[in-house]
Structure formats: C-alpha cells, structure tokens
C-alpha cells in the first residue's frame, strides 16, 4: 500500500508510513493525511465480482483509486495497484504472475472540504 500512496501523491516512498504495520491500515492511512495536511479521507471498500472493472468505475466514477488483489506472491495477503479509471497504472510488484487482475476491494481518497482542494 505504501508504495500506490506515495505514487499517488507523488512522493518518495520513504516519505509514506508503512500503514498495514499499524493493524488498521484505513485509520492510519487517514491518520497520516490530517498529519501531513492533506485535505482528503481514505476510504476502503469491497469490489463487486459480478461487474467488470469498466462497469464498476464507470458507475462508482472513479478516478485515481488503489485497487486491492490477492497477492500472487505471498499466500494469505493483499497486494495493491494504483488504478486510473479501470486501467492500471502502476503496479509496484511488475512481475505479478497474476493476470487479469482479480479485484478483491479498494481504496478511494475523498475531500474533506472540496474547497480547500480547489484552491
């Protein structure tokens, strides 16, 4: 997760705490954001298995989104994939054996004030 938030962000990845380490990984998420002066929310959802990524984004209309799978690599965990629209843009693991993706959930960043974020 640690690496799809700094790339969202646009930050180095050492700059982003390792949210899953904290046991609530949406709590800390948020947690860091109110710190750093971020002005939006993270909020983690599931992904519905009978729409396709296309349906879903397009009636969720998301934008930038971290889209959850189940890691192919280590049995038992997640894996996240930073997400633009229904295309995925940066997957932090490149050599994911796991292809298509099966999304499992994911996490949208919503403003907290839409005014502070336009200005």
């Known amino acids: 997760m640690r690496c799809c938030v700094a790339s969202i962000f646009?930050?180095?990845y050492e700059a982003v705490p390792h949210?899953?380490?904290s046991g609530d990984c949406i709590a800390a998420m948020n947690d860091w954001l109110r710190a750093i002066g971020i002005p939006l929310r993270a909020?983690?959802?599931e992904y519905p298995e009978s729409s396709t990524v296309?349906?879903?984004v397009e009636s969720a209309?998301?934008?930038w989104w971290i889209g959850v799978v189940r890691s192919a690599l280590f049995k038992g965990t997640t894996h996240g994939v930073v997400m633009h629209g229904s295309d995925v843009a940066y997957d932090p693991t490149p050599?994911?054996?796991v292809r298509p993706y099966r999304f499992?959930?994911?996490i949208v960043f919503v403003a907290t004030n839409p005014v502070v974020?336009?200005?």
Do not use: S, T
């Open 10 to 12: 646009e930050m180095p």
């Open 19 to 21: 949210f899953a380490e």
């Open 43 to 45: 909020f983690d959802f």
């Open 54 to 56: 296309e349906e879903f």
């Open 61 to 63: 209309d998301l934008w």
């Open 95 to 97: 050599i994911h054996p």
């Open 104 to 106: 499992i959930g994911g």
């Open 117 to 119: 974020v336009i200005r």
